[in-house]
């Protein structure tokens, strides 16, 4: 019979094999996989006779196929599904009515609960197998398998996931039908609930679950499951398998967030979300932080449960602030981010109740707290959930100071990831301020300035128009008691410790005064005091001489009384006495109209100092952010790039600042960068506001033009790349060109700035389109060179510019071999600049150099011939000359000379007309070479290619005639001996040009030769020509005569270095080091012997040539033109400079430097040896900052390690203490890692008896310390604790011997310092950079040819005299001459010593 026995779910399916007790069903056989489907039809056909009952009998073959589920067939496995469903859904149908009989029999409800569960049971089972099938076949899938068993596998996926969803629905379909009855109307047992849930738990662990394809399946488990929580109390469970899964499965975070605020809404199952909630909060904050992965998903689960249902989690929110103060950042991200959801959902708006608002600012304040976390990741997420809160406009008004501040301090963050959300929620600041659209400091001001004022005035009239409702006479009636009790304390003798120290004023009023101010401030025992002593003195005077009372208590009152009543009611109302405020309300009703506008304008008040607040911050943001856009990081870049478009919509001034400064990151190597800028700049200037496409254009043109006002030209550069790149993708718009013509033809108003940024604009925008100056070139010439030109030579130096475009822009589509774009000689062009360079010549000017130095350029660049025209400039400008000098012998009866005039001899010439003269020859002589040396030499090589291809294409059509052999053969073979073939044919080209710079220009048939004595003369004699702009030009002249020939420049580099030293004008000695880089790039060979007194212009007493000499070593350096040594160590005190433009190129220099393999990591060991020599080198606390900015670059483990073992080895040859805590704070720089540890175990001997320095000492134990932290592997601790052991003994063992050689011989220890000092004195002395010694020409390198060499004959050396025109001055001070003996027999090495920098 069924009702004989009982079935009971087990808890493992091997229980049914076991005899559980009388009652219980047992399997009484396991089939074998062969007996199953004849077993399965045998069920098929009894379930059709007696329905779901018949698993009563055939419970086995199932369970038997559970049990061999793995080796059964799919179609098999597949078909004991689809019957169980069909079982299930029969009972599930069936139920109703029969849980409805009343007449149920207990045997029939005994067999129905049987069969109920055993149908389940099975279902149940077999949706578990398919989906551990399921899961490990997904897993499977990762290995690479053939193409038909993958297919095969997703075609099983695939069926059973569409199953899927049907068998849900079905088990929740059956779940809600009261069940109770077939369990006798009591609790349906927790096993049977649990093995419906457990399927869906089941599911919920397949990691693919949370795809958008299984939503479906999402939906019906969370249906099933609510089932079960709403009918069958599964709430304890479900809150404890959910927590275990978030705490196993990080994917079922989400999943379940979306279950459970459905079951709350949809279900009211609310309660759910609280046990949910307190069952995480009381997870151990310990364990959290060893468990990351439960973490995650419990932060996960927090976070997207607190955007579903905000309020419900409110509700709870106390039982997870505990993890506030825990270790695990997750847990603390995941609640601060619930905060900021409740925030902006819940706590948001102005008409919140006081508690709300009360929890708002708590939320808030916390928030807050954690800006400054000591995690970087909940600093960058609380920034995140601020900017988030801001957007939605839910933080009040009187929290934005306080998080304003906060974000501007975290700009100075460590961590990338908080500074980019720092500037990111700046920027979401000022885009959702609610104070302004413009927020420049200086606009607000005013306004808050004039109503605070308007503010005061009310309150004045306020107390002014308040005060008499309270009379003189009631306030001493209220007072008189106080006052009272204090006179009688006059008559009482006085208390130890008290003093007199209030004396009787000179006059009778000013006492009264002083007497009025102290009742004023209530101080009555002073006043009473006072007065009685005022009685004394003052007798008869008013107010002291009024009727007297019979006692002298009653003649103090009465003073007090006439002093107070009788003061003036608008002074009293300062200081109101205490015991009247209350009298105060009963006056007040009748004023409420002025009061509310008294708050109006406290309100308005109150937001103008917000807003002006706010600006200030803003502006303070602007300067931290803007040095942000050269960091290693791009996505901060980025941002400040971001920042900076922001900030310049709402007005600020310094943001123009910005957007100039973030100009040179148009050249930025990284992509993202480049596009950043583009972007910004499209966006500010490429899209104006205005009605009209004209008004546009003049916004547009107005904008770009403010940019250039005091532009430097490294800004106009950068500039005028992105206006090309504008222009070459047809951004910008022919009204705007047709504007910039205008502008430039004077035909629409404007300034002369205006106009020359005109120019300016256009010729940046021919960069990208030539066609633009091309098409308009006659009209550049007329307007801009013509006869007006004189007046204005910055425009004509900009029309220069512009037209210079047409030959630096030549198209891709030209051809290669076409002939580059030239003007006739003839040209209008150059007779107009010819004209205009020879008209100012002779008129003071300082705009005619930079113009005529555009010219002559233009000249070179664009003209047919252009030696031809620059000869006759020249020759024109010395005719003027020479006219000036016969005018002035004709005047030199006139005893009166202008200082402005350089006299030589019997004759003088105006000092602006020599300098204009060098000038001209200089830039000649250097245009003279670029055209030789790129255009003629180009040209060239472009006709030797087309004769190549004429010869080429005959050679081709003779062969297609058949009349080829012998004359090709013998034209092949006369060119190879030619050399006019590949690379021989560029080397005599090469050849030919720099013979005719060896040969001919200096030559002196040539006309510099007139020029070059003129330009040695000056330079030769600084006393003489003494005028600071003159030996400017001249030594730049001079510098640019030597690019044409190496003999020349040989025989005149020590004339050039000693006016780089000795020249007191910072000017001389700047254009000189300009000079001085660019021959080191022409002739490196004969500049090389020279290169220490390069390095010593760093140190120049002078900012501007110590930058120019930055900027002029950072080329030649990162070119290789110059052996990078440990002279190098002078680039590296530039980063301590004061003024910040050198440190920024020190920085830029290091930075580029650091691209280079292992650059800096070779360099560093001679940098500190340099910079720690106490007679060449820095102060201590300099070495630190250098060396912090140094050891950043050292990135790489082994250059670490190496290191670390390099400057142990150094402590060997340290000479001074010094030199021993430079080296060991160095060591502190290095992260330590286990094979540095060794290195340092293994080097110990060097350092061991450097230890009793209590500097060294320390720096060690900061090294260890910091490994300590880092953590490692036992046996290191191990190793490191016995390193700190031998330390600490070698410390304290110095420190021993030091007091006993100190008590044994009475005298104290010699300090090392001064030891090595001494002993090292037999070292040679260093040599100074400052020594006229120094100023010999060093012997060139030895030449690869020495053949060669030997036919050179020897030049004759110039001698060098610095004259002076002080009369009184010594023959020795006016003489510089370096003798012939002077020049060394050896090569001069670059010397390792390093001058001091003149302070």
């Not at 099938?133 to 897993?139: R, Y």
């Not at 000869?871 to 030199?892: H, P």
């Not at 580029?1152 to 340099?1170: F, G, M, T, V, W």
Request: proline content about 5%; hydrophobic content about 40%; glycine content about 4%.
């Amino acid at each position: 019979m069924a009702a004989a026995w009982e079935f009971h779910l087990p808890f493992a399916p091997a229980d049914l094999l076991r005899d559980g007790g009388p009652g219980r069903y047992v399997v009484q056989e396991v089939l074998t996989v062969r007996e199953l489907p004849p077993a399965l039809t045998a069920f098929r056909t009894a379930f059709r006779a007696r329905g779901a009952l018949a698993v009563l009998q055939h419970f086995d073959p199932l369970y038997s196929l559970l049990h061999h589920f793995r080796a059964v067939q799919t179609a098999v496995k597949e078909d004991a599904l689809e019957l169980m469903m069909q079982v299930v859904s029969k009972h599930s149908n069936e139920l109703p009515a029969i849980l409805g009989d009343s007449e149920l029999s207990h045997a029939d409800r005994s067999a129905h609960l049987n069969a109920l569960k055993m149908n389940c049971y099975l279902l149940t089972g077999l949706m578990d197998a398919f989906e551990m099938e399921t899961c490990n076949n997904s897993l499977l899938e990762v290995d690479p398998g053939g193409k038909n068993k993958k297919n095969r596998t997703k075609t099983a996926q695939s069926s059973w996931e569409e199953e899927r969803e049907p068998l849900l629905q079905l088990l929740t379909q059956l779940l809600q039908l009261d069940l109770r009855q077939l369990w006798g109307g009591l609790v349906v047992e927790e096993e049977f609930v649990s093995l419906m849930t457990g399927s869906c738990y089941r599911i919920l662990e397949n990691p693919s679950i949370g795809l958008q394809k299984h939503r479906a399946t999402r939906e019906a488990v969370t249906h099933l499951l609510a089932a079960a929580l709403v009918h069958y109390d599964h709430m304890f469970s479900a809150t404890l398998k959910i927590t275990q899964m978030l705490q196993h499965f990080e994917h079922v975070a989400p999943v379940f967030a979306q279950a459970v605020s459905l079951w709350a809404t949809e279900y009211g199952l609310k309660s759910l979300v609280g046990e949910l909630l307190r069952e995480i909060g009381q997870k151990s904050p310990q364990d959290l932080a060893r468990d990351t992965s439960g973490v995650k998903g419990y932060a996960t689960f927090i976070t997207e449960l607190s955007e579903r249902i905000p309020a419900l989690v409110l509700s709870n929110m106390s039982v997870l602030l505990r993890h506030l103060d825990g270790e695990s950042y997750m847990m603390r991200n995941a609640i601060l981010a619930a905060m900021a959801e409740v925030l902006t959902q819940v706590l948001n708006g102005d008409k919140l109740e006081e508690v709300a608002r009360g929890t708002r600012d708590q939320f808030l304040n916390m928030l807050q707290a954690h800006i400054c976390d000591i995690n970087g990741f909940v600093r960058s997420r609380v920034l995140q959930l601020f900017t988030r809160i801001v957007q939605r406009k839910a933080l009040p008004l009187t929290q934005f100071q306080s998080v304003v501040s906060l974000a501007v301090g975290r700009l100075k963050d460590k961590s990338v990831v908080v500074v980019k959300n720092a500037i990111q929620l700046l920027a979401a600041f000022l885009s959702n301020n609610p104070f302004s659209c413009k927020l420049s400091c200086a606009d607000l001001a005013e306004p808050l300035k004039k109503e605070m004022q308007k503010l005061q005035e009310m309150r004045d009239h306020g107390r002014s128009t308040a005060a008499p409702a309270i009379t003189p006479e009631e306030e001493w009636e209220a007072m008189l008691p106080e006052v009272r009790a204090a006179t009688q304390q006059l008559f009482q003798p006085p208390q130890e410790g008290e003093e007199e120290v209030l004396e009787v004023e000179e006059t009778a009023e000013s006492t009264s005064e002083q007497i009025t101010g102290l009742l004023r401030k209530l101080n009555y025992k002073s006043a009473a005091r006072l007065t009685q002593k005022a009685l004394c003195r003052f007798q008869g005077k008013e107010p002291f001489s009024g009727p007297t009372e019979d006692n002298e208590e009653a003649t103090i009152l009465g003073v007090l009384k006439r002093l107070y009543t009788g003061s003036c009611p608008g002074e009293n109302s300062e200081d109101p006495p205490r015991g009247n405020s209350s009298l105060n309300t009963e006056e007040v009703v009748p004023e409420e109209q002025p009061q509310t506008e008294l708050v109006k304008q406290e309100m308005l008040v109150q937001y103008l100092q917000d807003a002006y607040d706010f600006s200030v911050k803003i502006t303070e943001a602007l300067s931290l952010i803007s040095r942000m856009m050269y960091e290693n990081s791009v996505s901060v870049v980025q941002e400040a790039i971001e920042f900076f478009v922001t900030v310049s919509k709402f007005g600020v001034p310094q943001a123009l600042l910005g957007v100039r400064r973030m100009l040179p990151l148009i050249w930025s190597k990284e992509p993202g960068v480049k596009e950043a800028v583009l972007n910004a700049y499209r966006r500010l200037y490429l899209n104006p506001t205005g009605d009209s496409e004209r008004a546009r254009a003049q916004s547009l043109v107005h904008s770009l033009s403010l940019i250039m006002v005091d532009a430097s030209l490294g800004t106009i550069q950068c500039l005028e790349e992105i206006i090309s790149e504008f222009v070459q993708k047809d951004e910008v718009k022919p009204a705007v060109i047709q504007l910039l013509w205008e502008r430039f033809t004077e035909k629409s108003r404007c300034s002369s700035l205006e106009r020359r940024a005109a120019v300016m604009l256009l010729g940046m925008m021919a960069r990208g389109k030539p066609e633009i100056i091309g098409s308009n070139l006659d009209v550049l010439v007329t307007v801009g060179l013509s006869e007006k030109a004189c007046e204005d030579y910055h425009l004509a130096q900009e029309v220069c510019n512009a037209i210079s475009k047409l030959a630096s822009n030549p198209k891709p589509a030209q051809g290669k071999n076409k002939a580059p774009f030239r003007l006739p000689q003839n040209h209008m062009l150059f007779g107009c600049l010819s004209e205009t360079v020879s008209k100012g010549f002779a008129q003071p000017s300082g705009h005619w150099i930079p113009f005529m130095e555009a010219a002559v350029t233009l000249i070179y660049q664009l003209a047919e011939g252009a030696e031809e025209i620059c000869a006759q400039i020249l020759q024109d400008c010395s005719r003027q000359a020479l006219e000036k000098l016969q005018e002035a012998d004709g005047q030199k009866a006139d005893p009166a000379v202008s200082p402005s005039r350089v006299s030589d001899g019997d004759s003088s010439l105006p000092t602006f007309l020599l300098m204009h003269l060098v000038s001209l020859v200089g830039q000649v002589a250097l245009q003279q070479v670029a055209y030789l040396e790129v255009s003629v030499s180009a040209e060239l090589r472009r006709r030797r290619i087309l004769r190549e291809e004429e010869k080429t294409k005959k050679h081709s059509d003779s062969s297609t005639k058949k009349q080829r052999p012998r004359s090709t053969g013998n034209e092949t073979t006369m060119e190879e001996e030619l050399g006019l073939v590949g690379a021989s044919a560029d080397d005599t080209e090469a050849e030919l040009i720099r013979s005719i710079c060896e040969t001919e220009l200096l030559d002196e048939k040539h006309l510099f030769s007139a020029f070059v004595p003129l330009v040695l003369k000056i330079c030769n004699n600084p006393g003489l020509y003494s005028d600071p702009a003159l030996s400017a030009a001249a030594a730049l002249a001079l510098g640019k005569v030597c690019m044409i020939s190496s003999e020349f420049c040989d025989s005149h580099l020590r004339l050039l270095f000693t006016m780089m030293e000795k020249s007191t004008l910072p000017g001389v000695r700047s254009n000189l080091v300009i000079a001085a880089g660019d021959l080191a790039i022409r002739f490196p060979n004969l500049v090389e012997p020279w290169t220490s007194h390069l390095y010593a212009r760093l140190r120049d007493p002078c900012p501007s040539v110590r930058q120019t000499a930055g900027l002029v070593m950072t080329h030649l350096i990162l070119k290789d033109m110059v052996k990078v040594k440990g002279q190098v160590s002078e680039m590296a005190t530039l980063l301590i400079d004061p003024e910040e433009a050198i440190m920024g190129v020190a920085q830029n220099f290091f930075s580029e430097l650091s691209s280079k393999d292992n650059a800096i990591y070779n360099l560093l060991p001679d940098i500190i040896s340099r910079l720690s020599d106490p007679n060449c080198g820095v102060e201590e606390e300099s070495f630190h900052i250098i060396m912090r900015h140094l050891f950043s670059y050292i990135t790489k483990d082994k250059q670490t390690e190496s290191l670390v073992e390099k400057l142990c080895q150094r402590f060997r040859t340290a000479r001074t203490e010094r030199q021993y805590r430079d080296l060991a704070h160095c060591l502190t720089l290095l992260p330590l890692s286990e094979r540095g540890l060794h290195k340092l175990q293994d080097n110990f001997d060097c350092f061991a008896d450097k230890l009793q320095d209590p500097a060294v000492y320390s720096c060690f134990q900061t090294v260890m310390a910091r490994f300590r932290r880092a953590g490692g592997k036992p046996e290191t601790k191990a190793l490191a604790e016995e390193l700190e052991q031998k330390l600490a003994a070698s410390h304290n063992r110095g420190l021993d011997s030091a007091e006993t050689c100190q008590e044994g011989s009475g005298t104290p220890m010699p300090e090392p310092a001064k030891r090595k000092t001494t002993g090292g004195s037999c070292r040679h002395p260093l040599n100074t950079v400052n020594r006229d010694e120094d100023f010999v020409t060093p012997k060139p390198r030895n030449l690869r040819n020495p053949k060669r060499a030997q036919k050179r004959p020897p030049c004759k050396k110039a001698i060098i005299t610095f004259s002076s025109d002080e009369e009184n001055s010594s023959e020795d001070e006016l003489s510089a001459e370096l003798r012939e003996e002077e020049t060394p027999t050896k090569t001069t090495p670059i010397t390792r010593s390093s001058a001091r920098r003149l302070r």
